[in-house]
């Protein structure tokens, strides 16, 4: 499955064609009628209607994911708008007297040092929520937008309307998945997080450091990625022996008997633990006795890495029972 396919059709049908490689944005302006971002279509809405606009009306996204605007691409697009001008008008919603952004941010800015004093803007209805979700699906797919970015607009979302994941990639049409391992981003260290911001490090990275648990260790292992150029697929070999490591260290400081008693241990159980740490992002330690019972025991740093794994095994209990039901 590509990764195209896996982001799902949510700017597509936003856009509704493939965007001008001269100004970054579609030809053709793309008019919602339905009540999910990912269902716009591009037939004219009664609510929809063509404006020139003053540039200094219209005030900013609340909801724009994007914080952070190279001024080298603004200026590049600025020059584009002088010889092409605009092709896509940007998408703007009333405010009391003023006008509200809703997506075209950079041709905003681009306009504005260009030295324009109006813009063409198309004015439409929206909610908030609906903001939020043009918002989102307008930055998905750009490769410029980074990771962390994208899991904050997730995780804003998410609170202020009260919707699981599953919700929210259904409106956006893109796999909860998706979702899911950008926002495991957010439990990582501050210092790791500014690192893939910086581009450092990427998300793949990243998410490889999220078994580790320890945050000190996690930033050092961020730091040895810089320093040494490692690969995701190195850097995930790297977290797997420090953990083997102190696996046996552990296991060294056992007593004869326990040591005897441990190393007979069901190497099924070895193979889930790591599996369970793999899935969950955290250390798992599986304890059973003779007569079978036992416990697993799952940690967690903060309570914000409590309810990310909570909201792993809510996931997967609203899953089962779907099928269940189905």
Not at 83 to 91: A, F, N
Request: a neutral charge; zero cysteines; charged letters at 30%.
């Amino acid at each position: 499955m590509s990764k195209d396919r896996r982001l799902g059709k949510g700017l597509a049908a936003l856009l509704g064609t493939p965007q001008d490689p001269v100004t970054g944005s579609a030809p053709a302006v793309a008019t919602p009628t339905s009540t999910t971002a990912a269902e716009e279509t591009t037939d004219a809405s009664s609510h929809d209607r063509e404006l020139r606009l003053n540039v200094h009306e219209i005030e900013d996204n609340p909801f724009q994911p994007r914080r952070d605007f190279s001024e080298s691409e603004l200026g590049s697009l600025a020059e584009s708008l002088k010889e092409h001008d605009m092709l896509q008008p940007v998408l703007v919603r009333r405010q009391g007297e003023r006008y509200q952004l809703i997506s075209g941010e950079r041709r905003l800015r681009a306009a504005i040092k260009a030295g324009w004093k109006t813009i063409p803007a198309r004015l439409r209805e929206a909610d908030d929520r609906l903001v939020a979700e043009l918002a989102i699906v307008e930055n998905l797919q750009r490769k410029d937008l980074n990771p962390i970015e994208k899991a904050l607009s997730f995780k804003r979302y998410l609170s202020e309307h009260t919707a699981t994941q599953e919700e929210l990639a259904s409106r956006l049409k893109i796999d909860r998945s998706t979702i899911a391992n950008l926002m495991r981003l957010l439990d990582l260290p501050g210092a790791v997080q500014q690192a893939v911001r910086d581009g450092q490090i990427s998300a793949g990275h990243a998410r490889a450091l999220l078994p580790l648990g320890d945050e000190p260790i996690q930033i050092e292992f961020s730091q040895r990625v810089t320093n040494d150029g490692l690969s995701v697929r190195a850097t995930e070999r790297a977290v797997q022996e420090y953990i083997q490591e102190e696996d046996e260290e552990k296991l060294d400081s056992l007593s004869t008997t326990n040591l005897k008693s441990t190393r007979r241990r069901n190497p099924q159980l070895t193979a889930l633990e790591q599996e369970l740490r793999r899935v969950l992002g955290t250390r798992i330690e599986i304890h059973t006795a003779r007569s079978g019972r036992g416990r697993i025991v799952v940690h967690f740093a903060n309570h914000n890495e409590f309810e990310r794994i909570q909201g792993i095994f809510m996931d997967q209990e609203a899953t089962e029972l779907r099928v269940h039901r189905g």
